[in-house]
């Protein structure tokens, strides 16, 4: 079966911005992923595809500035949805931050939860469209 | 459009998280969070209770604080009293603590629990959404436990919000994957299926989803899923770039929604319908047409987007693979893409091209490109792009162009990252072999991967040139030679030494009339690389020395003066001591003749494929090897070894000619191998090798997988063996079990009839039946040629001392079987004691003047004397309780090698002879069992417990036994029937 295993913000110093997990690991699988995800990521260049192979899964990442997006799929999920699934959140969160920063995401982790969970859940994509979920955070926005 | 400002709604966690980041050090960052650790602590300790808004800022604190990486061991009851709060916010912190820090098992999960029910109740689409994202996040048991049922109806209640149906079927989802028995199908899942005609398209891309993983247990429930996602995908890939306007992306209408809609549509065969069949193929066709069109916007956004579906349709084309004229178009359109500026385009072309080479359709338009995807293998900058290149060459590859493809992965290998050349290497060894039409070459190639990569080439390619070189008599002398060329490299790989000590030990003789290559000349450049080889290597290297004596006299004197060194005779190694020792002993005492029958050339290797092919699989996990096969389209090749023993015939008396797919096989297990104990030094290995002869081997298609062994001079037995098939040898000289022996004993384990070995000459039929310590077994010798055997005699021998286990009366049978006729033979079987090993069947006779001879393994098994037990489940417990000494528990934990269903199993636990017990097992899915073996001088009770893990396609077999030899024993057997 298809789905997101992980979605991970990184910079490229190694500091997590956001770990989000659709499978159970322990804090200590965690860590480690975390760790040979930076460790894949950041050593290809602009001239390397963005899919790296990773364990038995891959991982499709974009970078931003200095901060690297990346989701882990299976293998034979198809590579360019998800690399267009990145850049839509991060047209998304770029919107709702006017003009995001990694501070944006640090000092908004928990808002940073609920962008996610609007456009994926379960490790599958929920909503695509940015009207739609902008909408929404709009309205959450103004709830209390 | 929304802007928020920094730590928006909650300074002291602004002020909070600007304080860690100005920490200087990670002791002060420790030192600060401490500090806010203890204020939190005695906060929510104070008498005051805390407002809404100071709970929600504290827990957001010690969530931030745990994100850091702290342990947090508190405040999850504040968490879980937000989540009751009417307020959004407070809510939304308290179910993002509960879905980051609880675990499923925490006591708190009743009153969390609790709180979603209520929020699932309270017709707010926010709170529902926050509600249903909990447990989508979460995903544990219990909380499907309480809510698998509730949520089917409300995503597809009338009132719900588009929102809420999102979240709700992907809850669903997540539920469903986590414990797939808690989601009851229902009449909900054909208004699931209806969920794809939704106005929503948000609902839509939800709802794919879960079909796509429902559909995949439950294909038939689903079926109308098909029509309904090829309609709506047709409008999608019609509709003009802006008319689905929120869900246009780039110029692209829905590409996300498109591509989940084409692999749903992958989950099924062709639409039957013509009707639908027509549109979807239009689609399909639609979206190759808009690849060809200008693109609308220069922006990688539009053209990812565009490309993401055009890749799935293409993926869809190669899943269906009926038509041809689609396969070509895709292929053209991959071909476009090899020579695309983008590495990603050129990356995932190459990937997909790779399994539209397997399909008969575009194989031919696939191999066009072979010069285009030769480049990338060699100017690619991105590894894993250069890999995927490697991939599709060996995939495109076949007669035609194999010599042109191993020779530029073998430059590839020259340069190829360390990451990937042992693969490189196996790719190579395979498609010389398949392909070659001249030895040499293949030769050739193997000895110019040693050169190139000799780290990386396996035993199993070197031993399989040594094989192929000694069955073909075409290519010894070439071998010969080129080896000895090779080696006079200053710099060799050990693994030249070994394919090169072995052939010119079998086949010097070739080459030694050149005086630049005399028998002097090999011996000396061969012994200058000695002492510089490992262990393994010196030994090999001895084995060509006594046979150099052999096949050079001349070289005699010296090569005795090496073995008699002292750091021969007196070696530490035992193996190298105990080989010089009877080495030289050999050549002292033996005559010329008795020389030449001792050391005489190798037999022919049975003829098997391909144990390289075996190690590619598992390197690459199954599939990898799929496109080699000749036959292409096989879906099942990866496993296609486990899969064909049919459902166990445990009662019927099938004929002997029913079951003759047994012969291929899973790789036999190591037992088969030769024998390496010192006790029977001079008998197990007769000179005739293990098979005999090569047409008595199955041939390369049928031993698909199967494992070679290594070639004989590895072990010194083979050397000292008794040479001559003797015609009136005693029953006791007889050669190995043929490597099958062992899984053609496992097919009998449970079963008492059918076909035991087969080959062009023979085949033998077993049937049996047992009673107590009692069984009658009848052997059926069918001649399947047209000429008469002679001298034929079938015996059964006693290994070590199963003599005293198990006694066997044997009638003798006719010395001569007509060509065409069938001979039959008669075994009384008494089971003494418990036993480990079967009895050695060993077949003789001659055929057409040449003598043949095959060891099998005997199908009495100890599981043979077992007597089914019926009992009660309290009296189960008890004596499973008295058998707990941990000596008398058996257990083994391993992978399903057949698909898993339970009559199947229950058949082969009933043909194992135990009987199966209901209602003892708390867990239906368990089987357990209960028998007594029966021996003439003890009894051995035995219970088992067998419990299949459908999810992990895991089993756990326990066996209980007064005996602890036939407890291990007893799980190794029935280990293997699964």
Redesign the interface.
Known sequence: ???IRFILIQNRAGK?RL?KWYMQFDDDEK?KLIEEVHAVVTV?DA???????FR?FKIIYRRYAGLYFCICVDVND????Y???I??FVEVLN????NVCE??L??????V??VV?EMF????????????V?K??????S?? | MPAVSKGDGMRGLAVFISDIRNCKSKEAEIKRINKELANIRSKFKGDKALDGYSKKKYVCKLLFIFLLGHDIDFGHMEAVNLLSSNKYTEKQIGYLFISVLVNSNSELIRLINNAIKNDLASRNPTFMCLALHCIANVGSREMGEAFAADIPRILVAGDSMDSVKQSAALCLLRLYKASPDLVPMGEWTARVVHLLNDQHMGVVTAAVSLITCLCKKNPDDFKTCVSLAVSRLSRIVSSASTDLQDYTYYFVPAPWLSVKLLRLLQCYPPPEDAAVKGRLVECLETVLNKAQEPPKSKKVQHSNAKNAILFETISLIIHYDSEPNLLVRACNQLGQFLQHRETNLRYLALESMCTLASSEFSHEAVKTHIDTVINALKTERDVSVRQRAADLLYAMCDRSNAKQIVSEMLRYLETADYAIREEIVLKVAILAEKYAVDYSWYVDTILNLIRIAGDYVSEEVWYRVLQIVTNRDDVQGYAAKTVFEALQAPACHENMVKVGGYILGEFGNLIAGDPRSSPPVQFSLLHSKFHLCSVATRALLLSTYIKFINLFPETKATIQGVLRAGSQLRNADVELQQRAVEYLTLSSVASTDVLATVLEEMPPFPERESSILAKLKRKKGPGAGSALDDGRRDPSSSDINGGVEPTPSTVSTPSPSADLLGLRAAPPPAAASAPSGTGNLLVDVSSDGPAPQPSLGPTPEEAFLSELEPPAPESPMALLADPAPAADSGPEDIGPPIPEADELLNKFVCKNNGVLFENQLLQIGVKSEFRQNLGRMYLFYGNKTSVQFQNFSPSVVHPGDLQTQLAVQTKRVAAQVDGGAQVQQVLNIECLRDFLAPPFLSVRFRYGGAPQSLTLKLPVTINKFFQPTEMAAQDFFQRWKQLSLPQQEAQKIFKANHPMDPEVTKAKLLGFGSALLDNVDPNPENFVGAGIIQTKALQVGCLLRLEPNAQAQMYRLTLRTSKEPVSRHLCELLAQQF
């Open positions: 079966m298809v789905w997590t770990a860590q290809r001239k390397h595809t963005n899919f790296v192979e038995n198809n590579n360019l949805a690399l267009e699934a850049h839509n919107e709702y931050f006017h501070l944006d640090v000092f908004n982790f928990y808002k939860y609920t969970d859940l379960a490790g599958e994509i929920r909503e695509t469209s940015q009207t739609k902008l929404q955070l709009l309205m959450l926005q709830l209390e």
